[in-house]
């Protein structure tokens, strides 16, 4: 039997943006974001510094880690929507 990888998306950030990102809508695998920490770091320390925070945070997480529960994501609903249409439509 062959070991299958988990899928994987690639994110193109231009230096001259704070962020880049994937979304299975436009074809790719994976939804993410990725950021250009030095060009925000430069224009907005405080952000910065939140995103690293978030970064550590979102580190510790692994595939045994508890999803979510239904009233969670129900709580989340309309922003999570609205995420996913930033992504569809390349806002980020």
């Known amino acids: 039997m062959q070991y299958e990888f988990p899928r994987s998306s690639k994110i193109t950030i231009r230096e001259d943006r704070a962020i880049g990102g994937s979304s299975q809508m436009r074809g790719a695998h994976v939804d993410a974001l990725g950021f250009n920490i030095l060009f925000i770091l430069e ?5 910065a510094l939140d995103i690293l925070k978030l970064y550590r945070r979102a580190a510790d997480l692994k595939p045994e880690s508890p ?3 239904d009233g969670q994501m129900m709580d989340l609903g309309e922003q999570i929507e609205e995420v996913k249409k930033m992504l569809a ?3 980020v």
């Open 67 to 69: 999803k979510a529960t």
């Open 43 to 47: 224009r907005d320390p405080q952000l």
């Open 89 to 91: 439509n390349r806002v």
